[in-house]
């Protein structure tokens, strides 16, 4: 089982401890030594006031941000949690991607999604309606221009002729790409397009805000990770070589007072059991000093237990 975690701006306001320079050199040199294996920005470049008062959050540039990261830590993956991939255009995702990969050393995963909020893709002018015909084209697009030199592609959003983008990443034959996404849309995709699977838990109002499938408990998950075995073997896909992430609720949050380790670490061992073999640990976000904190007893009290 890996551990990763993602930058804890988890509100609006947020803590402005959170995103000084020191501040993410502090949270990433932390969790390298405590041994968690990766880190990662959320993506929210224009989301409206509206919906941060609701219960949304602030971001930081996730590829700004995850370089900044990179050059203070030497293991630590560099996961977005998660790129919303319509937003881009994908050529310039396969830049961004490439330069983090081959400037960390081969630690660039890239994590993708369709994305949710209207407004967003209204203020960057992208057509919600196409959201997903623009997710599986830029797909296509990054994996095609991570491997192939004079590229020439044609599709209904994007068109190249003798593209040739190096430099290329490190990670062969590319930096893994996992799908997010509860819905069987998103597995497919993830196993025609994709090295991964995020899902993440969502009751249902949660899922109907989200636009995704709920996963409110445990059966949900083994229903969605059967489909995704037998859509491997359909495709004639190594089901054991495709990452799968979820959160571990067993034990409550690592950062609170009530955190109970042994039972964490039995949810682990349900969740390895089902095929999970990423974790991604909520952490607070209330202070820079409480989340270091919560970094060092998780590595102690899960990491270096298991």
């Known amino acids: ?17 959170l995103v000084t320079g020191e501040g993410i050199a502090s949270f990433a040199a932390a969790a390298e030594a405590a041994g968690f294996h990766g880190f990662g920005f ?14 949304g959050h602030d971001a930081l540039d996730p590829f ?16 977005p949690n998660i790129v919303v991939l319509p937003y881009r255009n ?10 983090l990969d081959l400037l960390s050393n081969g630690r660039f995963t890239l994590a993708v999604g369709v994305g949710y ?8 002018g992208v057509d919600y309606a196409e959201r997903t015909a623009l997710f599986e084209e830029a ?6 221009v991570w491997t192939t030199d004079d590229l020439s592609f044609e599709g209904r959003h994007f068109t190249a002729r003798g593209i040739t983008a190096h430099p290329r990443p490190v990670s062969r034959p590319h930096p893994p790409i996992w ?9 497919r995709r993830a196993v025609q397009y994709g090295d991964g699977w995020c899902p993440f838990p969502a009751p249902a109002m949660l899922a109907q805000t989200a636009g995704t499938a709920s996963i409110d408990s445990q059966d949900r998950l083994v229903a969605g990770i059967d489909d995704l ?21 067993a034990g409550g949050r690592p950062g609170g007072d009530e955190f109970d380790s042994d039972t964490y670490l039995s949810g682990l061992e349900k969740l390895a059991a089902l095929g999970v073999n990423w974790v991604q640990v909520g952490l607070p976000g209330d202070s820079l000093a409480h989340v270091l904190e919560s970094i060092e007893r998780f590595g102690k009290l899960v990491i270096e237990a298991r």
């Open 1 to 17: 089982m890996r551990f990763a975690f993602t930058h804890p701006m988890h509100t609006h306001p947020y803590n402005p401890e």
């Open 42 to 55: 959320t993506d929210h470049p224009a989301p409206s006031q509206r919906w941060l008062e609701a219960g």
């Open 64 to 79: 700004v941000a995850l370089g900044f990261a990179a050059a203070t830590t030497t293991t630590l993956r560099l996961i």
């Open 90 to 99: 994908p050529f310039v995702v396969a830049k961004s991607g490439a330069t």
């Open 117 to 124: 909020l209207k407004r967003e893709f209204a203020a960057l």
């Open 139 to 144: 797909l296509q697009v990054i994996r095609a």
């Open 179 to 187: 799908v997010g996404g509860n819905t069987a849309s998103a597995r």
């Open 229 to 249: 075995r037998r859509r491997c073997d359909e495709a004639g896909r190594d089901f054991a070589a495709l990452d799968i992430t979820f959160t571990n609720s």
